[in-house]
DNA sequence: TCGCTTGTTCGATATTATTCGAACAATAGC
DNA sequence: GCTATTGTTCGAATAATATCGAACAAGCGA
């Protein structure tokens, strides 16, 4: 498929990473990768439709939260914990650490 | 004025926390809060008309992040640092510790 | 090459947010 | 009571997001 944007890990902006992770279903999919260390979006989707997916997994990549790699015909996708950790520190662990919605 | 709705402590979504923030006049409030301790509307509107800075501080208000209260006829607001500590530990340190955007 | 699988992109719609002026509410002081 | 101050609420315009079907693209295997 395509070549993906990723941010450099100096030009992540909190504003968009906490953007991202506002959106449940996004959230989701970040507990999802930390908790199974990656995962293609297929395996993640939920029932949800292939499009919606593609978006959001988007927005966590241009924020900086994800990376996509090619893998065959699929995209595998891992959490950009160091990244993240370097330069908002404590962060993620926050978040992850939040109880999910029951 | 009125009486404000503040969620208890349990009650914080993070969903709804990690939105608030990702607003830049929001977090940009908010660190003047931890900074100052406590602030009226008006000390922290940057300019901006009151009716926009009054819906922030309400969304501010209604995900937990801060605290208002009537004193004469202006609004002190400060954050819920202790709530927000016991439920998202290191969340808003970890927030105020990422370096605001030039 | 043909078909199958996996995702992306496009386009359209619906929902939600942001912004701000104007009117209103509450308090303090004269 | 009148007035000034501080914010809230209302309403409307604008902007941004979310959702999803349909069409497209790229790799893999028969």
Redesign the pocket.
């Known amino acids: ?2 070549q ?1 944007v990723h941010p450099s890990a100096s030009d992540i902006r909190i504003e968009s990473v906490l ?2 992770l ?5 959230l989701s999919i970040v507990r999802q990768l930390a908790q199974e260390g990656e ?5 993640l ?1 939920g029932g ?12 966590l ?1 241009e924020s900086g939260i994800v990376k ?1 790699r ?8 891992e959490l950009r914990s160091a990244d993240l950790d370097q330069v908002f520190p404590g962060l993620l662990t926050a978040i992850l650490n939040a109880a999910p919605n029951l």
């Open positions: 498929m395509r993906f953007h991202a506002s959106d449940p279903v996004r995962a293609t979006c297929a395996a989707d949800r439709p292939k499009s919606s997916m593609s978006h959001h997994f988007r927005i990549r996509t090619n893998e065959g015909t699929s995209h595998m996708n």
